[in-house]
């Protein structure tokens, strides 16, 4: 616990909390749960975290399926944007067009 506190949690706090209780409820917050174990050890379970390559492969799918999403709406955004610029432009010139 003193290893925990001093070489991990004070070195990356602002990742994993400040002090124990900080980082016992991130770790819930994230949907994982405390298992039984002697007093003074702290284990931590999720249904879905498992060592195993097929949970690896599921972890890797979501972060590029999530990754490809926000791709898609920065590009979505920025056609939107060009559509605008476009129309502004086309506003512009037409204005030059009349002067003459």
Known sequence: MKKLRSDILL??????GKNVTEFIAKLRSHGFRSVAKGPGELEFS???FSRGPLMKKKMMV??????IERFDAQLKALKSR?????????VENLF?????
């Not at 559509?83 to 086309?90: E, G, H, P, Q, R």
């Open 62 to 67: 979501k972060a590029l399926s999530e990754s």
């Open 82 to 90: 060009l559509k605008a610029k476009k129309a502004s432009l086309k």
């Open 96 to 100: 030059q067009n009349l002067r003459i």
């Open 46 to 48: 999720h249904d879905e």
């Open 11 to 16: 070195k990356s706090s602002s990742v994993l």
